[in-house]
């Protein structure tokens, strides 16, 4: 017992800077408290003893605003920052080493009875405000960003974000090239969503934008060859983009507009 109560100490440490000592912890974090409350109160369903475990659990609610069912199974090293309004269902399965923050809701999909919540593997973070719904499987180490809904089951080392809850994987090289691309046609990346992980939309989008790029230099190689036999000159001059469509006042447009202009000026 005192062994599992030093590792839930220790994990605060490890996920919150603001953790100063350990007195501090013990008293005034509430996910703690939530944690502790917990592991009496599925001692004592364990025990057959439901109506109490229930009523500890809802004491627990009460104090700390936050609601695990007793029946729920949850490891080792598990922490909940801040903690208010997280809920965690009567099936819900959470493995060693994972973090959930607030707002966070493991629930049901379904009135039937059986396995109706989802089971985390070890070393599992779920973002603030996010819902994971359903008797899915969050695979290890995986992420799922703040304010998601997921509804269907995630691989390990995978990170999910949106609602529905996709997957979104690290860029590569060939996102840099793209931009290159892009910059050299309008002056700006249109579609760039963020500068760490690829969307599914955004990668979709980039398909298409390479299939027209692919089509662009195609089409001039051909324009020149039909000049070269003889034939009348093709304008392969792309039209400009519509400066009124970006707001000079916003910076981040202010620097797109910049850098088209660069562009273009080099070009004429």
Same mark, same amino acid.
């Given at each position: 017992?005192?062994?599992?109560?030093?590792?839930?100490?220790?994990?605060?440490?490890?996920?919150?800077?603001?953790?100063?000592?350990?007195?501090?912890?013990?008293?005034?974090?509430?996910?703690?408290?939530?944690?502790?409350?917990?592991?009496?109160?599925?001692?004592?369903?364990?025990?057959?003893?439901?109506?109490?475990?229930?009523?500890?659990?809802?004491? $627990?609610?009460? #104090?700390?605003? !936050? +609601? =695990?069912?007793?029946? @729920?199974? &949850? %490891?080792?090293?598990?922490?909940?920052?801040?903690?208010?309004?997280?809920?965690?269902?009567?099936?819900?399965?959470?493995?060693?080493?994972?973090?959930?923050?607030?707002?966070?809701?493991?629930?049901?999909?379904?009135?039937?009875?059986?396995?109706?919540?989802?089971?985390?593997?070890?070393?599992?973070?779920?973002?603030?405000? $996010?819902?994971? #719904?359903?008797? !899915? +499987? =969050?695979?290890?180490? @995986?992420? &799922? %960003?703040?304010?998601?809904?997921?509804?269907?089951?995630?691989?390990?080392?995978?990170?999910?974000?949106?609602?529905?809850?996709?997957?979104?994987?690290?860029?590569?090289?060939?996102?840099?090239?793209?931009?290159?691309?892009?910059?050299?046609?309008?002056?700006?990346?249109?579609?760039?969503?963020?500068?760490?992980?690829?969307?599914?939309?955004?990668?979709?989008?980039?398909?298409?934008?390479?299939?027209?790029?692919?089509?662009?230099?195609?089409?001039?190689?051909?324009?020149?060859?039909?000049?070269?036999?003889?034939?009348?000159?093709?304008?392969?001059?792309?039209?400009?983009?519509?400066?009124?469509?970006?707001?000079?006042?916003?910076?981040?447009?202010?620097?797109?507009?910049?850098?088209?202009?660069?562009?273009?000026?080099?070009?004429?």
């Amino acid at each position: 017992m005192f062994k599992r109560l030093r590792s839930d100490i220790n994990c605060v440490f490890d996920r919150d800077p603001a953790a100063r000592n350990t007195f501090e912890v013990l008293t005034t974090y509430p996910g703690l408290h939530a944690i502790l409350l917990y592991r009496m109160a599925h001692a004592l369903w364990n025990w057959r003893l439901k109506w109490f475990a229930r009523w500890l659990s809802g004491l $627990a609610r009460w #104090l700390t605003g !936050i +609601e =695990i069912h007793p029946a @729920a199974k &949850i %490891g080792d090293r598990f922490f909940i920052d801040h903690g208010m309004g997280v809920v965690i269902g009567e099936t819900a399965e959470i493995g060693n080493d994972c973090t959930l923050y607030h707002g966070v809701t493991l629930g049901g999909t379904s009135w039937l009875p059986g396995k109706r919540h989802p089971t985390l593997r070890d070393g599992v973070v779920v973002g603030a405000g $996010a819902k994971v #719904l359903g008797p !899915i +499987e =969050i695979g290890s180490q @995986a992420r &799922i %960003g703040s304010n998601a809904v997921v509804l269907k089951s995630v691989e390990s080392d995978q990170t999910v974000v949106g609602i529905p809850g996709r997957v979104v994987n690290a860029k590569g090289d060939d996102v840099k090239r793209r931009r290159e691309k892009m910059a050299e046609k309008i002056g700006f990346d249109a579609y760039g969503v963020s500068q760490e992980m690829s969307d599914p939309v955004e990668k979709a989008i980039y398909s298409l934008l390479d299939h027209i790029q692919g089509q662009d230099e195609k089409l001039e190689k051909m324009a020149k060859e039909l000049a070269r036999l003889g034939g009348e000159e093709i304008d392969m001059k792309l039209p400009k983009l519509d400066d009124a469509v970006l707001d000079p006042g916003d910076p981040e447009q202010a620097a797109h507009l910049k850098a088209r202009q660069e562009v273009e000026a080099k070009t004429e």
